[in-house]
């Protein structure tokens, strides 16, 4: 079993930048490719950014490309997504997920497991 906590997420100016984390417990965390996820209000959930357990590849979302960036720290079992210049469309609660199976995360945009989520605002 595999717990995920995210935090730093909150309220930003359009054009800004905020650090999600998400710090996981459990088995170890090296094993397993990290995703983020976002859903906003009224709509499906959609797939963000991925990490793979080594942190040599990642893959993102066009919508995010050049804006946000996902990266790990194994020694501290913890992912991270740097958002810089958000938009309001960004605006969402932000999930971090984890898997052994990289294309479970990032073709059919799943994970084993999942955290709780963090708002996410982004001001106009």
């Known amino acids: 079993q595999v717990q995920l906590v995210e935090s730093g997420g909150g309220l930003v100016q359009a054009g800004g930048s905020l650090r999600l984390s998400c710090a996981t417990s459990?088995?170890?965390?090296?094993?397993?490719?990290m995703g983020w996820f976002r859903q906003a209000p009224g709509k499906e959930r959609e797939f963000v950014a991925a990490?793979?357990?080594?942190?040599?590849?990642?893959y993102s979302a066009d919508s995010v490309k050049g804006r946000f960036t996902i990266s790990r720290d194994n020694a501290k079992n913890t992912v991270y997504l740097q958002m810089n210049s958000p938009k309001p469309e960004d605006t969402a609660v932000y999930y971090c997920?984890?898997?052994?199976?990289?294309?479970?995360?990032?073709?059919?945009?799943?994970?084993?497991?999942w955290g709780q989520g963090t708002q996410v605002t982004v001001s106009s």
């Open positions: 997920s984890a898997d052994t199976l990289w294309s479970r995360i990032t073709l059919t945009k799943n994970g084993e497991y």
């Open positions: 990490i793979n357990w080594s942190g040599s590849n990642t």
């Open positions: 459990g088995r170890t965390f090296s094993r397993y490719h």
